[in-house]
């Protein structure tokens, strides 16, 4: 989950959150704005593939801020995977990949914030705040739940 101020332009997926060790987040996890830097909208990468995409969509305006959480799950052993964001408390894509990421996340692997740890450039455009990384898969409840408590924080 985090908060983010976005501003438009930029370098090409702009890493709000970047645990992994190389391109297309490699033995970790990132969060990321597309490609089109003009979208507003996310993405999340897991073990070398991409795991879930708001595609070409736009979500929330430049210059707001706005909550997204991300929740990502294996559904069963065959390595099918959901992936829901929620923006501002709302579920608003739910993505399910069937493929087995080619590099599974690692503990020991670095993590950055607005930038990826392994190289200079993908630096995030705008404001960060508000970060959380849970262990577990949360609920749609708790999802709103937590955005309810920190939007007055925001002016949301």
């Given at each position: 989950s985090v908060w983010f101020n976005a501003t438009s332009g930029g ?35 897991v073990g070398g593939t991409q795991r879930l995409t708001s595609g ?56 950055a914030i607005g930038t990826w740890n392994h190289s200079t450039a ?35």
């Open positions: 370098d090409s997926y702009q890493r709000l959150i970047d645990k992994s060790n190389n391109g297309s987040a490699r033995y970790g996890f990132a969060v990321s704005r597309p490609q089109n830097s003009t979208v507003r909208g996310i993405e999340l990468y070409f969509s736009n979500y929330y305006n430049f210059g707001e801020w706005v909550n997204v959480t991300i929740t990502c799950d294996i559904v069963n052993v065959t390595n099918d995977w959901r992936s829901t964001a929620y923006f501002n408390g709302i579920s608003q894509v739910t993505d399910n990949r069937t493929t087995t990421p080619p590099y599974w996340p690692q503990i020991t692997t670095n993590a993908r630096e995030f455009k705008g404001n960060i705040s508000n970060i959380a990384v849970y262990n577990k898969v949360l609920s749609s409840t708790e999802v709103s739940q937590n955005f309810n408590v920190l939007r007055g924080r925001f002016g949301i």
